[in-house]
């Protein structure tokens, strides 16, 4: 009789522990997972597919204006908020059906409970009280939205602002909304509720929205939002937010005061590991609460591994997935394997799109690179008779020495669907010369990239 009632058990049901949880079993391991809310998790039910779909919706609008001069004309358009919203929850509860099949199709066996640890190899389901015990277990509990704006910043009110997880659900679509941060989730939103018919305020704390992204994309997003009317204003924080009869009052620490009918936070999020009771089996967190892992995805007890934003290296679904691959390898196929964390593209879904691999060229300099610096703006071909001033911007960053590309920024349309296909480029090492060889695939907006001849600027690191 086996001596564990599993072999693998998983906490979280979304992406990282679901491709976990089958991988292992089609591996031939007894596998249970232990979801307490949607199968899922962040990525599918109040992330990723929603968001995107909050996009598609949102621009609309826009398309259709432009389509006015190519001679179509479509009267007056209306937007009606809860139909977008019911028909998104009818997607996101589709795809959660096709994610707990496609975990059980394996064999393995899921928990609608929560769990938390009793020892390092004993989970108590908090709903059922059952005990269920595992050889080896996997974290993978995802993150959440955080609503603590740091110590020296706790805002009286704070309380009453939404974060991402309820601006899916919002009973209307507000009229005025400030949304606070600067990172992916701040802009995203900023874009779909300006699109939608919002008017959108965004305060961020610091310079220039999207740090860590190359200072041409950061710099070109601030123009677009400008001009859109989206308000951005920078430097500040809010100060104090209070309901006024049926209004939020929000005042800023530069002296603004805003009216508005939802602020919504997007300041970060955190690890869930609270209440997890991981000290029971020795596993230990990080300052942030993130469990602490290895290269191979190992916490600090050898048969507990975790995977995903609950161990907060980088927060991306395709990472959470490529971590759970990688695991699988290393504890159930005798083939220790590392997560791969470089050259990872990402794209911040605003309208037009920002996407970029590899490093920008603040990184570069850090990193001691000498570069060539090749940047292309222009106006797509789309506009010239849609009449908007859009603005599309290229740029690859190459090491001078080897020719080698070693980023590449995009702000416009499509610019996530081309990165993708530049980051195989650069994960293979392409140089410029590589870039230059390549026929270029006329017209489109991505040919830029093969046909930028003249290079705009070189700068040494000294000069970062
Ligand atoms: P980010 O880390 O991207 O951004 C957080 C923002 O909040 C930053 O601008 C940060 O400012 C600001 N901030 C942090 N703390 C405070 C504070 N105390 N007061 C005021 N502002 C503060 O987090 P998000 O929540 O936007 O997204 C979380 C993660 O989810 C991202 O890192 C990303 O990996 C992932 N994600 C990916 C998406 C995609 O792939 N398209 C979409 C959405 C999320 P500062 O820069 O000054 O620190």
């Given at each position: 009789m086996a001596q564990y009632d599993y072999d693998l058990f998983v906490i979280g049901g979304g992406s990282g522990g679901v491709r976990a949880a089958r991988m292992a079993s089609l591996a031939g391991a007894r596998v249970g997972l232990a979801e307490e809310?949607?199968?899922?998790?962040t990525c599918v039910i109040r992330g990723c597919i929603p968001k995107k779909l909050f996009v598609y919706a949102s621009q609309f609008r826009e398309n259709i204006l432009d389509s006015r001069g190519y001679g179509w004309d479509f009267g007056d358009c209306k937007f009606d908020w809860p139909i977008l919203i019911a028909n998104k929850d009818r997607e996101i509860a589709r795809l959660e059906g096709l994610y707990t099949t496609n975990v059980e199709k394996t064999g393995a066996k899921i928990h609608h409970d929560r769990a938390v640890f009793e020892d390092e190899h004993t989970l108590r389901l908090l709903n059922s009280g059952r005990m269920v015990t595992a050889e080896k277990i996997l974290i993978a509990t995802g993150n959440r939205p955080t609503r603590e704006m740091g110590t020296t910043h706790v805002i009286p009110g704070g309380d009453l602002c939404i974060t991402s997880d309820e601006a899916f659900h919002l009973q209307e679509l507000p009229k005025r909304i400030l949304i606070a941060g600067g990172g992916y989730i701040a802009l995203e939103f900023a874009h779909i509720f300006h699109g939608l018919g919002s008017q959108v305020s965004l305060v961020y704390r610091g310079e220039k929205p999207l740090r860590g992204f190359d200072d041409c994309l950061r710099e070109a997003v601030c123009a677009s939002m400008h001009s859109r009317g989206i308000e951005v204003l920078l430097g500040c924080e809010f100060t104090r937010v209070e309901k006024r009869g049926d209004h939020l009052h929000a005042e800023t620490s530069k002296g603004a005061v805003i009216e508005c009918d939802q602020i919504m936070l997007a300041i970060g999020r955190q690890p869930n590991?609270?209440?997890?009771?991981v000290e029971k089996a020795g596993v230990e967190l990080g300052r942030r609460g993130e469990v602490k892992v290895d290269d191979y995805s190992r916490t600090t007890n050898s048969h507990i591994y975790a995977v995903g934003d609950v161990t907060d290296r980088v927060q991306l679904t395709p990472i959470a997935i490529h971590e759970a691959m990688a695991f699988v390898e290393t504890a159930f196929k005798n083939n220790p394997v590392k997560p791969d964390h470089i050259h990872v593209p990402s794209a911040v879904f605003t309208t037009p799109e920002i996407a970029t691999v590899g490093m920008s060229e603040q990184k570069a300099l850090l990193m001691g690179h000498s570069v060539d610096v090749y940047k292309s703006t222009f106006r797509p071909l789309l506009h010239t008779l849609g009449g908007r001033d859009v603005r599309t911007l290229m740029k690859l960053v190459v090491d001078q020495k080897s020719q080698k590309v070693l980023g590449c920024h995009i702000f416009g349309d499509h610019a996530a669907e081309i990165i993708q296909v530049v980051a195989v480029a650069l994960r293979m090492g392409a140089t410029k010369k590589d870039f230059d060889a390549t026929i270029a695939l006329h017209p489109t907006a991505a040919e830029e990239l093969v046909t930028m001849r003249t290079k705009s600027y070189s700068r040494e690191p000294e000069a970062a």
């Open positions: 809310w949607r199968m899922g998790g590991t609270l209440a997890l009771h």
